[in-house]
Nanobody, 120 residues
């Protein structure tokens, strides 16, 4: 019923920029918070950035370099990543809290993941 499709990952040199997008489609009635997580090889998944009702939060490791934003009309969340470092290399996952038509509660949905590789 609901699908989150990520795009924008790739290979970039240190200091470069990438922009990730995550678009939700399907029978969506309403949206809640949206988040980006990442998981590096051999490490646990970590929260990178979150946006909810206009407020944003960032992991200390990305503050000042990453910017999360959303387009309510398109049910899309973005992650602008600037001044990328090799330690930002990971698979990035989007997460959206959505209310599906016919249901009453917010439920979390996940994107398929996008590989971001930063070379030194």
């Amino acid at each position: 019923q609901v699908q989150l499709l990520e795009s924008g990952g790739g290979l970039v040199q240190a200091g470069g920029s990438l922009r990730l997008s995550c678009a939700a489609s399907g029978s969506i009635f309403s949206t809640g918070a949206m988040r980006w997580y990442r998981q590096a090889a051999g490490k646990q998944r970590e929260l990178v950035a979150a946006i909810s009702s206009g407020s944003t939060n960032y992991a200390d490791s990305v503050k000042g370099r990453f910017t999360i934003s959303r387009d309510y009309a398109k049910n899309t969340v973005y992650l602008q990543m600037d001044s990328l470092k090799p330690e930002d290399t990971a698979v990035y996952y989007c997460n959206q809290d959505l209310i599906v038509r016919g249901r009453a509660a917010l439920q979390p949905y996940w994107g398929q993941g996008a590989q971001v590789t930063v070379s030194s």
